[in-house]
Every structure is written in C-alpha cells, then in structure tokens.
C-alpha cells in the first residue's frame, strides 16, 4: 500500500470526525499535526485510531497507541507497520 | 425549605416532538385532536420479533439533524450535523441523539426567556434534565463490538460514556450553555420530566437559584421500545392514529413514544423586574411513594395523598383542568380518574390525557406534557381525549374488591369530565399528574399570570 493512498484513506476517516475543521483536510501532508494544525480535541485522538483501524481493517497494539505521535506521518507509519504485520 | 416570597416563573419552553418541526405546528396539531403516532418501519423490519410497531417516534435525520456514520458498514450514527448551524460540532461529539434535542431546545426555550449570556453563565442558574432510559442505542453497539466482536475496547468509541452516561442531557446542556450553578439529572422512570422541573422548581423556591433550565428527554430507540414490547404493554391491532386511547373501554396498552420538553424556571420577581413574558408560575410541585411494595400497579392511596401533599403547603389548588398520565393501560386510567373525582368532586373542570395524541414519552413525558398544559392555558382551550370512544359502563375489578375505598360508579358516570373534542374555556389553573415504576408520583400546578 503506497503512503499517498493511506494518507488519502486518513483525510476519508477525518471527514467523519466533526471536531476536525474539514477547510484544513485541504492541505493536509504527513507534517500535518493533528493537534497544532487541525485543532483535534484529545479526546478525538483515540476516535481517529479506532476509526483508522475500521477503515484499514487492521488491529493497532495497545502499546503502539500508547506511544503515538501526534503527526500524519506518525499514523501512516503506524498503519503501514500493522499491515505489514497482518501480511507476515 | 421554601424561602417566604419566593415564586417560581415559567419564562421559556421548547421542545422535540414527533412528526412536527417545531412547537408551532405541535401546537396547531395537537388542538386540532391530531395524532402524532405513526407506524415506525425501525420495528416493522423486525417481523414477527416484535409485538408493537407504532409510535411517536422523531427519525436521525429529523430536526434539521444529520446522522453521520463510521466508515461502511456500521449501520448506527457516529455523532450529528446540526444542518441548521445551532449547535458546535464539539457539542454534538459528546451527544447521543436526545441529548442534541435537550441541547436545541434549551438553546430555544433560553431565547424565549430572553436571559442574557452574563444570567445564562450565572453561578445562579441551573441545569436539571434527565431521561428515563440510559444511552441504550450507544451502549448496545459498544457492548456488540467488545462482546460479539471481540474488537479492542476503543471500537466501542472514545465517547461511549458522555454519550451514554445517566445524566448525559444535563451534562450536554451545562457544557453549551456554561452555566456556573447546579447541574444535576433527577431520574424517576416515567415521572422524571415532571420531576426534574420539580426539582428546578424547589431549587429556585428555596432560594439555591435564580435560574433554571429543566425538563426530560427520551432519544428515539428501537432499544427502549423493546424492553416495553417484551412486557406485553404496548398497545396492538389499531391503525396508529387510533392506538392511543386512554380511558377508552377497548384500551390495550400504551404507545411508547420520544420527545424532549425543556422549560426555564426564573424567580418570580426577577422575572417581573426585568419584563420577562410570564408564559405561567408554578403554584407547587409535590411528589411521593405508593408505599405498597409493588413495582408496577398504581395506588389509589398513594394518588389521593399525592393531591393531600400538593395542597398541604398552603397553595390554593382548584384546577380547571387536570393533565393525567392517562397512558391507556387497562388498569391505571380509571383509578386515576376515580382518584382524581374523590378528591375534586364530580364537576367543576375537566381531564384531558394528551398521550391520546402523542403516546406515552417516557422520561419525556412530564415536560411534553407540561408544555402541553402550558399550551392550554395560552389558548384558553382543554385538549381532547381522542380515541376515548367508549366508557366503562360497569364497575373495575379493582372497585369490586374488598376493602375499595373509592368512587363506587362506572367510568361512564364521568363522561362530562373527559372532552373528546378540544373546547374552549376560562382556565386559570391546571394540575398536571405524572406517575413511574416503582410507585413514585408526581404532581405539579401551574397557573396563568394574571
């Protein structure tokens, strides 16, 4: 799965997220923070994942969520990983 | 305890109500003895599953509201879009479906009461709304995906619990509005929209606040209905405009229904000085237990001591009308009329049961309905009791038993109580009854500003 194609199936998934300004999905690029850039409630951080995961069909560890940074790329990174694990 | 000259002012109402845009057309229908029950396609898809399939029941898209789903596949809403623009997206994150009603409306009845943002912000001003039922329609697709799933605890959604939690419509009204005073649910099955405005009232009469928005709200769920359909309570075998029929001979049930009504309490004098329209002033507000151990059955008893106890604190109660709670159950109409002509005679005012239009709301029921009184008392007109075709002529089971302390004639002997057609009349006073499982009762007068 090419970066682009996550990163458009993410923009897809914060459509659907209320909280997140849907002017700022225009611009989006894997620098994008979530919580600088687009104004995302914490809260909504764990909705995104959960959603993420729904989308992608894949199954984040705990510990990964844990850890997870608040950028794009760091989501990107996390998706393709868990794929990438899924395929193994 | 009630602070000498302390009044309570009804200074704004608003509400959610099935198959109308908005109070107006409420109004207009429900002075015209219109039924607001439908048959619901939610419970007809279920077949033979189900027992009941009408209702007065408000849609996900109704309202000027749009349901927005998770990606496919997940067929329940994940939050709102309030199209109309009156409620922040952030709001809505943390609502299930009756709480973006409760939110509406109090943005509706705080423009009616005209209170300013500096009052409305106010260390004195309340919040008190509840439903009747928990965040069944969050709670029901969170347990299927940790459960049947076996998905990890966040699939269930980050805000499972601000969107179903007991006090969720309060929690959601204070964080809008951002009130600094009390905000609290009272929760009393079927009596808990009256018993939250009760409770506002007494805040407000004892002097803790000025200000308060209270009501009850039932979000439209498929998963309540449910619960009353299994207890065989609901009513069957009548077109849906026809379902609701309380006091009728042929009454089989009630229609479970959903709604929101949402009053705001202001101090009397403060209402006054500020020249705030006076829509009505509550006169008391009482409420008690049956004390019989049942969980269901309503007591005679426990009716007549529940006027007793409205009267008791020195509040001249002579209603030209009485609003029942009237649900169409074969046994709690008529012990209620019968307890409601030994304590006020057999003339002199009329009973209307306005669930004959709407059906029973549940948690809602109390605020619907006082905004229904509210209603009459505006109009100078008496709802009708539509579908109360035919009265008892024989006695009750329950008047033939041993030990009956009440009236002694048929249902039929109060005919002249109960208006099928809406009619017009002076009304200065209403009383308003509202009763739940549990055996708790409700009751509260208002009366006109004049």
Redesign the interface.
Known sequence: MERQEVIDGLIEVLRTVRTVDPAKLENVTEETDFMEDLSTPSTELINIAAKVEQKFNVEFEDEDIDDLGSKVKDVVDLILKAKARGEA | MPVAGRKVAIVGMAGAFPDCADLSEFNKKIFAGTSLIREWPKAVAYNKQIRSTVSGYISDNDLGIDP????E??DWP??F?DTLGRIP??N??TADLGCVWAMINAQEAIAMAGWTKTETESEQTGVVVASGGGGNVIARHAWHAFFELGK?S??A???TVDRAMSYREAANISCLIKNRGVCESIISACATGLGNIGYAYRLIKFGLQDRAIAGGVEGTALETFIGFDAMQVLSKGFTPAQSSRPFDLNRNGFVCSFGSGIVALEEYDMAKARGANILAVIDEYFNNSDGDGNMFYPSYDGQIRLWKGLAAGGAHIKPDVVKVHGTATPVGDILELISVVDTLGEDGYHITAPKSMFGHMLGAAGSVELVSAILMLQNQQVLPNINSDTLNPELENFQKKEGWQGSMKPAQAYRHLIPQETISKEINQIVCLNYGFGGTNSAMAISRDI
């Open positions: 927005i789903y998770l990606v596949g997940y994940d939050t879009i997206d952030i809505l994150s990890k966040r699939q959604g980050s805000h």
